[in-house]
């Protein structure tokens, strides 16, 4: 099993910034490409960047793109999302999540592990 964790969230101003982390356990983090997601109550989880096993490869949403960016430090077992230029439409619960595919799926259901959320709330 994997357990991930998500920290970093909180209240910011429109155009500020945050970063988020997300803690894996175990000594295989390098073998799961990471993904992070974000859920509006009411709305369907929609994604919001991946990263492949080596930190090697992105792929961004287009509503996040140029804005957002996704890393990963393996040797910590962590990947973080680096959130810049906020907007109060980019509020939501943040939730990352961990995939054994290859390839860096958008859909939610290519991801075997979800951490537990952290809330982001942009104000304007």
């Known amino acids: 099993q994997v357990q991930l964790v998500e920290s970093g969230g909180g209240l910011v101003q429109a155009g500020g910034s945050l970063r988020l982390s997300c803690a894996a356990s175990?000594?295989?983090?390098?073998?799961?490409?990471m993904g992070w997601f974000r859920q509006v109550p009411g709305k369907e989880r929609e994604f919001v960047a991946a990263?492949?096993?080596?930190?090697?490869?992105?792929s961004y949403a287009d509503s996040v793109k140029g804005r957002f960016t996704i890393f990963r430090d393996n040797a910590k077992n962590t990947v973080y999302l680096q959130m810049n230029s906020l907007k109060p439409e980019d509020t939501a619960g943040y939730y990352c999540?961990?995939?054994?595919?290859?390839?860096?799926?958008?859909?939610?259901?290519?991801?075997?592990?979800w951490g537990q959320g952290t809330q982001v709330t942009v104000s304007s």
């Open positions: 999540a961990a995939s054994g595919s290859y390839y860096l799926y958008q859909s939610p259901s290519r991801y075997d592990y």
């Open positions: 175990g000594r295989t983090f390098s073998n799961y490409a």
């Open positions: 990263v492949s096993r080596s930190g090697g490869t992105t």
